[in-house]
């Protein structure tokens, strides 16, 4: 299941209709029933606010339907797809300041960067 049926799934379990997400969300109901319809890419943006309105992670949009966790090459797989470019960690307790996501991101480049050499 791709992100775009995953938004269609939570949407409906929670039992909201795209004009109410639409609503929750600021987007328009046209776009809400494009992104679910494949017919519009879904960005990072829009997906966050749609997360926050249904109440759930961003992460909820690339979990399997089984119990089977996702390995990082596939949720990056599932990105790729869907145009997305994630970066998550996730540290027990700790809660990151804007500049030390700044500061990670660029250790990424760097990291990055020395790769390409």
Do not use: P, W
């Amino acid at each position: 299941m791709n992100v775009h049926e995953k938004i269609k799934e939570i949407r409906s379990k929670k039992g909201l209709s795209t004009y109410q997400l639409a609503e929750l969300t600021g987007i328009s109901q046209s776009t809400i029933s494009k992104l679910e319809n494949e017919k519009r890419k879904v960005d990072i943006e829009t997906l966050q606010k749609i997360a926050d309105a249904l109440e759930i992670s961003i992460e909820e949009f690339f979990k399997e339907d089984t119990d089977n966790k996702k390995t990082l090459d596939d949720i990056s797989k599932v990105a790729k797809e869907n145009k997305i470019e994630i970066l998550a960690a996730h540290f027990e307790g700790e809660n990151f300041t804007q500049d030390d996501l700044e500061d990670i991101e660029e250790f990424i480049k760097f990291v990055v960067s020395r790769k390409k050499k």
